[in-house]
Structure formats: structure tokens, C-alpha cells
């Protein structure tokens, strides 16, 4: 056997798995091959989507499923036995692997991350590759884990049996908690951008401290009755009669797989507790008060429990003297967990300072990059009036018939103070603009309005702009609010990828956290948002991938600046583009180049209200408004500019058209002209450039397509990267027709190489040189693939012929 000869999966094959499962490896529980371990980066250009490729890691190693401690990565013998090595640590950094081994067959190069070995790296044998167990000591001795600690790290994830299994940095934020607790940490902060599945993590983490022991009985803290619902009967379904919740209202809550549940209850109509149940999940303004009596939790012994998890923990916990604080103080002899997609810190409040550094953080860029979080565009509209302010005129009337007070009245006080009646219309009218051009209508779309009046208003104003939809349905316009419940009681037809309706939802702030939509497709600001926790909150809200409805990524549409949250250095996820057309320009961002487009532009549009500083608006129970509100009618507003920005590759703001990004892209593919000449002209097979473009989120065809060019991917490549004139299939044709490249080819042979001619002049058909193509029409018209061969003198005669035909059809670049 010549092992030069050998693919790189005959190698791993062949050679690195024996020598694996010599030294002790079991191959079906510690052993997987081609781990795909990313989704692959969603690109996002006008209506351009493509994904770009999954990383995999070749082999790695667990100790037990879901303790990943070894990665290798694998070379083919005409490598060096090193060369995987810079590549399986940058892998290892990712998924937390402490020890990476490259390999080209002849032996390993092993490299050690935790740093106790003698030497960083070193050469082994294939003979001296490490047993589980030796590795296993030397993680345990990097971690700080003795051996009870080991028991509670090694205990199992619970397992259904349908081969769903977590996500890379869910293992990872997972075996972190454990760590942390198993070593005697008892504050715990995990940072997981919204989208990521922090519920499912912290349902693992429960159950395996749950069933090692460590932790018998478990407080499961949120601020929303639906995330309660919905975690009862989804992800933490299999802690079933042991879990309970701590609220007198029964409840029938329907499951994922379209079951129907009940959910257990650990209060009875007076108020007083079960303490048979082991994990009770409560809302924690049930469980407690401004008043003593209100105070449930202190029914419990101060320590009944041994593990508190509060999810979206920077809601409420984070302040001294809020009423979550108030709990875990009471409860502090527990170990506690923090879960947040956005810890805040600020001079009065922090996570940080009450469950110190997070053990392990996925941001929304991250999550992004990886494929598993969608990107998105954002549309800044600025309206005249917010940009340059409102005086009314002298003597002007509100709609009540009093005077209108003598101000300048500027963001900060529309729909909050003083209300323009033409402002909301023209914001719905931009939102129902954009739903039509875009071609769907259908769209879950959430608006985030100053408050519940103005959301109503808005509710108002989106109907009388959509009234055909509204005919059909009058559920496509809902609002859903605090104190609306027959709003609320939509919530879940809303979130609901199956429920058609509602499609358009306002909603003050009630939407702006904790609400899982899959399908949100849209999501619209007409108030300010000035906390950075809640803005990024926003942000979550449309953050989620969804497949099956296509639903790759989502447009966040700005009418109050909020957006500037973007240039924060805090910051983590900017969009992959904004878009400022101008007066009479379409909603609908344009898809090539535009004036409305210009690189490096900022936006400096400022609100300076109180929102900007972190104020929320506190309104009384039951909707009331904290002041008396002026209308204003008969004031006319209109659009002063709005602009498209773009995510780039390295999660910076652009603003680039297709074309512009299409070239940047190409550029970095090919360092030049001569350089893209090189590599095609010496491939062999046109369509695996192609194919490679692709896989990095540059499909050509359609590229072209929405380009509007038809044009060979060649000439696509050199039209847009190089700036050289472009020469259409046709053309191309017809110039190695003129100069007589068939000469020495008669009959039968020159037959064929015409109508290949004549196929790639017509469809751009890459693979000339595969005989297949000779089984396609018109070809396959001419004889069979053995006699067309045989006219050229046989296959090394046909291959050959092609690659002159295909050497002649590039041979112009002009």
C-alpha cells in the first residue's frame, strides 16, 4: 500500500483510529468521527441568504459523552505529521478541549493546553498515543477536581433517546456550572446571548446535581407565567411528578408534540405549600411582596433549598434592594445560579458583583458567526418632526379645544407627552409598506411603542392601513399588552410557527424579553430604548433561526434612534445592514448599488430622552397613564431620511451594496487577477471553485441573479472583482469557434464538441469534461457515451479535447 496515496479519511481509517482504540478508547461511546460542532455563518445581502460552511472537527475524544477532552485532526500522508495542528487548536479553543493531537499516519504530535506537561508539545508514536484515563488525570488536575468532585462532573446528561444532543457551547456552559459547583462555588453566572436555549442548559445542569444527589430539592425562578408554562412542559418534562409550581392557578398547557397538560400545582387555594415536591418552578412576583403577607417564600425554611436557577437574571436579581435580591438572600445557604443573555452593570446595579465572573459566556456575535443565530438588517427612519422638533403655532389648539403649550416639543415627549396623530399613521403606513414590498405580508412583526395607549393607537392606525387583511381576519392586527388579556391570551398564537394569526402584534414592553418567536421576522422600535440590557433584549426577540418557514434572518426598523446602541462598545452583535433612503424613496432596501448607500456613514441622530439614560415609564396598575397627554391633529410629518446597514464577516457595520460586498469577499479570495487566473485555468473541475465560493456565502448564480447579470461565473468573478469587461456565454462560444480549435477533429467528435459548445453557450454548463455529459440532451442525440468516446480515440482523447475547449473558452480576459 503507498499511504501517499491515501485520502485523509483512509489515514484517519486506517492508521489514527487503531491506534486510538489501542490505547484503550472504547469507539462507540468515546469515539466521533467528522464532528460537525457550527451551523455555518448566515449571509445576508438584499435578498440574498446562503450559508456558509459548518466547522468539523475530524475526531474527538470524550471521556464520557458530553466530556469532551481530546480533539485530533487529520492530515493526508503528503502532509507533515504537524500540519493539523494550528487548525485542531483553534478548534480546541472553541469547544473547550484541553488536548489536541495532529496526524498525518506516521505518529502524533501532541499538544498539551492545560500546560502540566513537561513539554507544550511533543512527538509521540502511533504506539504511545495517551490512555482515557491518563488524560483524564490530567484534566481533573487542571480543573482542581478531587475525587468527589469527579463523581458529581461525571454524572450523566439526561438522554431521551431521540439523538437531539446539546449544542457545543450548551456542553460547554453545562460542564462549566458543574465544575464550578462540583469545586464548592456556590453564585454561578452563566452569559448566553437570547436565542442560545439557556433553558435547555439549565435543565441539564438541574438534572444531573438532581441525579448525582448533590442537589435534592430545586427552586427554578422567572418573571413571565409563560416561560414557567412552556419550560414545565418542554424542557424540564422529565423531572415529572417530582416538579410542581408555585401558584394556586391550575393550568392546561399545551406541549411542543401538540399534547395537552396539567400543569401540578404546589399551592392550594389558601396558600399553603406542598413541601413533598422536589423541583418547584414559581414566578417571583408570586412568591413575594411589598407587603410581609405577600411574602410566600418565607413559608420555606431558610434552607429548604439546595439549588436556586433564575433565569433572565438581570431583570430583577441584579439591584441590592430588589424583591429577587430579597429571596436569594433569604435562601443564601443554596447554591445559585444565574442565567442572562445581558448581565448588567451599572454604578447601582450589577450581576457581577453579587454571582461574580460569568464560568462561561456566548454572545450574540458569536452566535452569529457560528450559524446558529440569525442576522439582521436595520432600517433607520427619521421623521422631520423628531429631528427638528414641533412648535405649535400661536393659539393652537389641542384636540380637547385647549391651548397647546408654547415649546419646543422634540422625541422625548412624542407619545408621552404630547401626541401627533399623523406621526403614528405614518409610521404604520411605513410598516405596511415594507410587509408589501417585501412580498409577504404574513410577516410576525412586533411593535414596541412608548407605552399601552400608544400601542393602541398604533393597533388603530396598522388596521385602517391593512383593512383587506383585517376583512379576512381581525386577529392580523392584535395588541398585547400588561393589561390587556385578551392580548395576552394571543401570546401563544403569536409565538406559535403553525398559528397564522396574529401577524402584526404592538406591545409597550410586555414582548420585549423572555418570549420565545421563532418566526418574528420583523421587529419595529417607535420608542426609545435606553438601557443597553434591554435593547440587546429587543434585539433576542428575532434572534432565532427557523428552518422549516425559512426564516434565516429577520429586519429590526428604527423610528427613534435606538439603533445607536450599535456603536456602544459593549455592544456585541451589530446588524448586517442599515438602510436610509431618502424622501421618496421605497421602505424596501434596495438589493444593488444605490445613492442611498454610502460607506462609512454614521448616523447621528440623538434622542436625548429620559429612556436614553436607562428610565422606564412607570405606569400605574391597571394601564393608567402617569400624566394627562396632549393631542395634536392637522400636524403633518413626514420622512427625512433612512438607510440600510449591513453585518460584515467580522461583525462590523457596513453599508455596502451586493455588488460592493460580493468584490470585498472575492478580494479576499483572490489576492489578484493572476491569482484567480492561476487557480481556475489549473483546476480541472470549474464547478469545485464554485462550489467553494458557495460553501462561504458566495453563491454566483445568485448573485447573478439578483445582480441582474447573466453571466458565466468566470466572467462574474473578473466583471466584479477585477473591473474587467465581462463577455457573455454566447460570446465566448463563438470566439473558439472563430479561431478553429476543432481543426484537427472531423465527423462525429467535431459533432460533439459543437453541441457541448453550443450547451455551455445556452445553460453555462461547468462540467464539460464529465462523460455523464454526453447522456444529456441535445448530445445524448448523437450516439452512445462508448461510441462518442471512441470518435475522439478513446476516454484520454474526449478528456483531453475538453480541456483545450475549456483553456480556449478563458483565454480572453479583456
Known amino acids: 500500500m503507498d499511504k501517499r496515496s491515501l485520502t485523509e479519511r483512509d489515514i484517519c481509517t486506517k492508521f489514527i483510529l487503531p491506534a486510538v482504540k489501542q490505547a484503550g478508547w472504547d469507539t462507540m461511546s468515546q469515539v466521533r468521527e467528522e464532528v460537525f460542532f457550527t451551523k455555518g455563518r448566515i449571509t445576508v445581502r438584499g435578498r440574498l441568504v446562503a450559508r456558509g460552511s459548518a466547522k468539523k472537527a475530524d475526531v474527538i475524544l470524550y471521556y464520557k459523552p458530553n466530556i469532551p477532552i481530546a480533539l485530533i485532526e487529520a492530515k493526508d500522508n503528503n502532509h507533515s505529521v504537524g500540519d493539523g495542528l494550528q487548525q485542531g487548536l483553534d478548534y480546541a479553543e472553541t469547544l473547550k478541549i484541553p488536548f489536541v493531537f495532529s496526524s498525518n499516519g506516521d505518529g502524533f504530535v501532541f499538544h498539551d493546553r492545560t500546560g502540566l506537561s513537561a513539554t507544550k508539545e511533543q512527538n509521540l508514536s502511533l504506539e504511545q498515543f495517551p490512555s482515557p484515563d491518563a488524560l483524564w488525570q490530567l484534566y481533573c488536575q487542571s480543573k482542581g477536581l478531587d475525587h468527589s468532585a469527579q463523581e458529581l462532573v461525571l454524572q450523566d446528561y439526561y438522554d431521551d433517546g431521540s439523538g437531539k444532543a446539546p449544542r457545543y457551547y450548551q456542553v460547554n456552559a453545562v460542564n462549566a456550572a458543574i465544575e464550578a459547583i462540583a469545586k464548592g462555588q456556590d453564585r454561578v453566572l452563566l452569559v448566553m446571548a437570547t436565542g442560545t436555549g439557556k433553558t435547555y ?38 423531572f415529572g411528578g417530582a416538579m410542581a409550581k408555585l401558584s394556586t392557578k391550575s393550568k392546561t398547557i399545551e406541549r411542543a408534540d401538540g399534547a395537552d397538560v396539567d400543569l401540578p400545582l404546589a399551592l392550594d387555594r389558601k396558600r399553603r405549600i406542598d413541601t413533598s415536591f422536589e423541583v418547584y ?51 443564601s445557604s443554596a447554591s445559585q445560579i444565574g442565567l442572562t443573555a445581558t448581565p448588567k452593570e451599572t454604578e447601582y446595579v450589577s450581576n457581577i458583583a453579587y ?12 452566535g452569529i458567526s457560528d450559524g446558529f443565530l440569525a442576522p439582521y438588517k436595520v432600517i433607520k427612519v427619521h421623521i422631520d418632526r423628531d429631528v427638528e422638533g414641533y412648535r405649535p403655532e400661536k393659539g393652537q389648539l389641542d384636540r380637547d379645544g385647549e391651548e397647546v403649550e408654547d415649546r419646543i416639543y422634540n422625541a422625548r415627549d412624542f407619545d408621552r407627552n404630547l401626541v401627533l396623530d399623523d ?31 400608544h400601542a393602541a393607537r398604533m393597533r388603530q392606525a396598522l388596521i385602517n392601513e391593512n383593512k383587506d387583511l383585517c376583512d379576512q381576519n381581525a386577529r392580523y392586527v392584535m395588541r398585547i399588552t400588561g393589561s390587556d388579556a385578551i392580548g395576552q391570551a394571543q401570546i401563544g398564537n403569536f409565538i406559535d410557527p403553525e398559528s397564522r394569526y396574529p401577524v402584526i402584534v404592538t406591545t409597550s414592553r410586555l414582548l420585549s424579553t423572555g418570549v420565545d418567536a421563532q418566526t418574528c421576522r420583523l421587529i419595529v422600535l417607535d420608542r426609545p430604548v435606553g438601557s443597553m440590557t434591554e435593547f440587546k433584549q429587543i434585539v433576542g426577540r428575532g434572534t432565532r433561526v427557523h428552518e422549516d418557514t425559512q426564516k434565516f434572518y429577520f429586519t429590526l426598523m428604527d423610528f427613534r434612534g435606538a439603533t445607536n446602541h450599535f456603536a456602544d462598545p459593549d455592544f456585541d452583535g451589530e446588524p448586517v445592514q442599515i438602510y436610509e433612503p431618502g424622501k421618496d424613496d421605497p421602505i424596501t432596501p434596495p438589493d444593488t448599488d444605490s445613492p442611498g448607500f454610502e460607506e462609512g456613514r454614521q448616523d447621528n441622530y440623538k ?17 393608567g397613564e402617569a400624566q394627562k397627554k396632549v393631542y395634536v391633529d392637522g400636524v403633518s410629518v413626514r420622512v427625512v431620511a433612512e438607510r440600510v446597514e449591513y453585518l460584515d464577516a467580522n461583525g462590523k457595520l457596513v453599508t455596502e451594496s451586493l455588488r460592493d460586498f460580493t468584490k470585498s469577499a472575492l478580494l479576499k479570495h483572490f489576492a489578484s487577477l493572476d491569482d484567480f487566473l492561476r487557480r481556475w485555468k489549473g483546476e480541472e473541475r470549474k464547478d469545485a471553485i464554485v462550489n467553494e465560493l458557495a460553501a462561504e456565502g458566495l453563491p454566483l448564480d445568485v448573485i447573478a441573479k439578483e445582480l441582474g447579470v447573466d453571466l458565466d461565473p468566470f466572467d462574474l468573478v473578473c466583471h466584479i472583482a477585477f473591473d474587467r469587461k465581462p463577455l457573455t456565454r454566447r460570446e465566448r462560444a463563438e470566439n473558439v469557434k472563430k479561431r478553429d480549435v476543432f481543426s484537427r477533429y472531423e465527423g462525429k467528435a467535431r459533432t460533439v464538441l459543437d453541441a457541448l ?44 479535447a475538453i480541456r483545450d475547449v475549456q483553456l480556449e473558452l478563458y483565454s480572453d480576459v479583456s
Not at 442548559?201 to 412552556?230: E, P, S, Y
Not at 434622542?607 to 394601564?623: C, K, N
Open 423 to 453: 406621526r403614528t399613521k405614518l409610521v404604520a403606513s411605513k410598516v405596511t409598506a415594507f410587509l408589501k414590498e417585501s412580498g409577504d405580508r404574513y410577516q410576525k412583526t412586533i411593535v414596541f411603542c412608548v407605552d399601552e395607549e
Open 201 to 238: 442548559t439549565a435543565f441539564q445542569i438541574i438534572w444531573r446535581l438532581w441525579k448525582a444527589g448533590r442537589k435534592k430539592r430545586i427552586l427554578f425562578l422567572a418573571d413571565r407565567n409563560v416561560l414557567i408554562d412552556q419550560t414545565m412542559v418542554n424542557d424540564f418534562r422529565p
Open 281 to 331: 418552578l414559581g414566578l417571583y412576583q408570586a412568591i413575594t411582596g411589598p407587603e410581609e403577607r405577600q411574602k410566600l417564600f418565607r413559608e420555606f425554611s431558610p434552607d429548604f433549598f439546595d439549588l436556586i436557577v433564575i433565569d433572565e437574571c438581570h431583570r430583577g436579581s441584579a439591584a441590592d434592594d430588589s424583591a429577587w435580591r430579597e429571596i436569594l438572600e433569604y435562601f
Open 757 to 800: 459548445l453550443g450547451k455551455y453557450a445556452d445553460e453555462g454548463f461547468l462540467s464539460l469534461d464529465d462523460t455523464n455529459v454526453l447522456r444529456i440532451p441535445p448530445v445524448n442525440t448523437l450516439g452512445t457515451p462508448v461510441e462518442l468516446i471512441r470518435a475522439f480515440g478513446g476516454k484520454d482523447g474526449f478528456e483531453q
Open 355 to 366: 454571582f461574580g465572573e460569568p464560568v462561561f459566556t456566548y454572545s450574540l456575535k458569536q
Open 607 to 623: 434622542d436625548d430622552s429620559p429612556g436614553a439614560v436607562g428610565e422606564s415609564v412607570a405606569l400605574p396598575s391597571g394601564g
